[in-house]
């Protein structure tokens, strides 16, 4: 019989799911310091309105399936971003700002290999209502702070603008497909590309220096100031970089800003301040987002926006590679019972669950010393063995399988 998994999903140990379920509790918590709310979207949206706000590229690797009410296709969720904007069309009231968070799975189809899952798990927030960069900043200080809360401090937000190649497209005059055969080539970094790709257009020298020099274009605020000084055609481009940066600057995190104007990002909705999030060391990214002004219009309404989401996957990875994930032992107390009744058992495991620990009994006969290793194999942090000598109110508490406490039970019940 086969009971293998399909190659581009993965199972996640005990273990390992506390670990991801403890990085997103502490990073929800963050974004509920920030006054973020927690919204529960569908795994399922009909395919022709999840798309409306997707490139074709996302549309194509969605799963898709049909309604059985309704013959409609749907498609398993591709992007949160594009849910919420249609989740907010459809509000009949919308009062802003808005400040929504959500966790969850989206699902995109890549080649099998490797890191390739179909499911990545993400949480991530997503602030409606405001066009002034002072929200793309809150967006961008609230990545910040949850790493930092996660025991993360060793990344870069690398920053870009993408009204610069928005801008690029009107003045070069491109269409639609030369207008991606440019963001390809750019996002490949290929400067003997670009120079051939601009060598015909009816520009003059300065912008066409500008334009070939874009993948080189990385560095701190100092770049940024420089480029405006040589480049005044996109003074007011440039200004927004300068004014983000001042304002992450009173928030105490302008140390942590790259600015990479050679890194187009993945989908086309973004119209302005977008960012990536990378970890020293990780090869891949944790994190980006961006604004989207225009997106929320493709539904219903014409409102601004910027969001960001972290690839939770990743993020793990990093902190279980790094040996960030403290709490390992992610039970408090195993009750072994050697008396025949397991009177004490049940009234202690009762009181302490009633004080909010987690406790664990065990019920299979075995020896006391298997007993134990099956405690601390299993990540509990103590073990509670009774009946191990004629008075059964006397109890051993044991830190390992060989460090205990003998007290009595109305002792340790007056401690915890």
């Not at 569908?42 to 395919?47: A, I, N, S, V």
């Not at 480049?231 to 800003?257: A, C, M, T, W």
Request: proline share 3%.
């Amino acid at each position: 019989m086969n009971i293998d998994i399909p190659s581009g999903t993965r199972t996640f140990s005990r273990v390992e799911t506390f670990q991801i379920n403890k990085i997103l509790k502490d990073i929800n918590r963050t974004f509920e310091l920030w006054a973020y709310e927690e919204i529960k979207l569908p795994y399922f949206e009909y395919l022709n309105v999840h798309s409306k706000g997707l490139d074709e590229d996302v549309v194509g690797k969605s799963f898709k399936l049909v309604d059985r009410s309704t013959g409609e296709i749907l498609c398993l969720r591709a992007d949160f971003t594009a849910q919420i904007a249609r989740y907010f069309s459809s509000l009949k009231r919308k009062t802003l700002p808005k400040r929504y968070y959500y966790t969850g799975t989206i699902f995109r189809y890549s080649q099998p290999k490797g890191e390739n899952l179909w499911e990545k798990l993400q949480t991530g927030i997503e602030l409606i209502g405001s066009e002034r960069l002072e929200a793309d900043a809150e967006v961008i200080a609230v990545a910040c702070h949850s790493l930092k809360n996660l025991g993360i401090d060793d990344f870069q937000i690398d920053i870009n603008n993408t009204r610069l190649f928005s801008f690029l497209k009107e003045y070069v005059d491109l269409n639609e497909k030369d207008y991606r055969l440019f963001m390809e080539i750019i996002k490949k970094r290929e400067i003997f590309n670009l120079e051939k790709f601009i060598s015909n257009k009816n520009i003059d020298k300065e912008t066409a220096e500008f334009i070939i020099n874009i993948p080189k274009f990385q560095g701190d605020i100092s770049l940024i100031k420089k480029l405006l000084k040589k480049y005044p055609l996109f003074e007011d481009i440039f200004n927004q970089l300068l004014e983000i940066y001042r304002i992450l600057d009173e928030y105490g995190l302008s140390e942590k800003v790259v600015f990479d104007l050679g890194e187009p990002k993945e989908f086309s909705y973004y119209t302005g301040i977008v960012f990536e999030i990378f970890i020293k060391g990780f090869p891949r990214p944790v994190g980006q987002g961006g604004r989207y002004d225009t997106l929320i219009s493709k539904y219903n309404g014409d409102v601004p926006a910027t969001g960001f989401a972290f690839d939770v996957f990743n993020i793990w990875e990093y902190m279980k590679d790094m040996d960030l994930i403290k709490d390992k032992n992610f039970k408090d107390f195993f009750i072994i019972d050697l008396t025949p009744e397991k009177k004490y058992a049940y009234k202690i495991g009762k009181i302490l669950r009633e004080k909010g620990y987690t406790v664990g009994r065990d019920i299979i006969d075995r020896d006391l010393k298997s007993s134990l290793k099956f405690a601390f194999e299993n990540r509990y942090k103590k073990a509670i063995a009774i009946g191990l000598d004629s008075s059964e109110k006397e109890i051993y508490i044991y830190s390992s399988k060989n460090e205990f406490e003998k007290i009595s039970i109305d002792q340790f019940l007056k401690k915890i």
